[in-house]
C-alpha cells in the first residue's frame, strides 16, 4: 500500500498491515501496541533529527521489521551530523523510557510500565553493534574514520555475526520457554540473512 501524504510517500507492506489489523482487533493487553508506540518514537526521533539538519525526506518503506527512510542528503553530512542522526531513535526511547517510569511511579498506570519497558527494550536492541540497527550504523561511521568504507564494513560485518550469534540462541530460548514468542529469534535470523543478501549481491556484481 502506497500513501502520500503532502508530498511524502509512505509505502506500507502487505504483512505489515496485516499485523496492524490482527493487533487492532485481538490485542486486549496492549503489548503489542506499546511495542508500536515505542517504534513510532523511535523513528520519530530520526525524523527530528533529520529535520533538525534540514533534511525532510520524501519516501518512506515500512515493512514488518524495518522503517526504511530514503536520505538524499547523506552524503553531504559530516560524520558528526550523521552519528546524532543515527542514536537520535535510541535517545528517544531511554527519554520516553523515563518519562514512562516517572508516570507509572505517579499513577500505578501499568500501561506506562509496559511502554517503560517496550521503549528501554527497543533502546538496547538498537543499540547492538549489528549492521542494520542503529549500533551498528553508527561503527560503521566511527570505522570509517579508520579505514576505507569496504573495509569498514567486513568489519561491521564480523562484528555483527559475532552479536547475532548470541542474540538468536538468546531469542530460541525465549520461544522455547513462552511457546509462542518468536520475535527476537525472527528478528534476528532476518538481520543474519540481510547480511548475507547484501553480499550475495555485491558478489553478483563483481563476477558479471
Known amino acids: 500500500m502506497i500513501l502520500r501524504i503532502h508530498g511524502i510517500t509512505v509505502e506500507l507492506s502487505f504483512p505489515l498491515i496485516a499485523v496492524m489489523t ?29 529535520r533538525h539538519y534540514g533534511s525532510i525526506p520524501k519516501h518512506f518503506s515500512i515493512t514488518l521489521f524495518d ?28 527519554v520516553f523510557a523515563l518519562i514512562s517510569y516517572l508516570l507509572y511511579r505517579s499513577t500505578g498506570n501499568l500501561f506506562f510500565e509496559k511502554e517503560l519497558y517496550a521503549n528501554l527494550t527497543l533502546a538496547i536492541f538498537n543499540a547492538l553493534p549489528i549492521d542494520s540497527l542503529d549500533g551498528g550504523q553508527a561503527l560503521f561511521i566511527l570505522l570509517c574514520k579508520a579505514a ?3 573495509r569498514a564494513l567486513r568489519i561491521l560485518d564480523i562484528i555483527s555475526i559475532i552479536f547475532l550469534i548470541p542474540t538468536a540462541c538468546l531469542g530460541f530460548i ?9 520475535t527476537l529469534l525472527l528478528t534476528a535470523l532476518y538481520l543474519f540473512c540481510s547480511i548475507l543478501m547484501r553480499h550475495s549481491k555485491t558478489d553478483f556484481r563483481v563476477h558479471s
Request: with cysteine; charged share 20%; glycine share 4%.
Open 67 to 94: 522503517i526504511a527512510i530514503k536520505d538524499k542528503s547523506k552524503d553531504h553530512r559530516t560524520a558528526g551530523k550523521e552519528l546524532v542522526i543515527v542514536l537520535s531513535g535510541i535517545i528517544s526511547n531511554l
Open 148 to 150: 576505507d568504507p569496504d
Open 174 to 182: 525465549v520461544l522455547l520457554q513462552s511457546k509462542y514468542n518468536f
Open 22 to 50: 490482527a493487533v487492532i482487533l485481538f490485542d486486549s493487553s496492549l503489548s503489542v501496541t506499546v511495542c508500536f508506540i515505542a517504534v513510532i518514537l523511535h523513528e520519530s526521533g530520526h525524523l527530528l533529527a533529520l
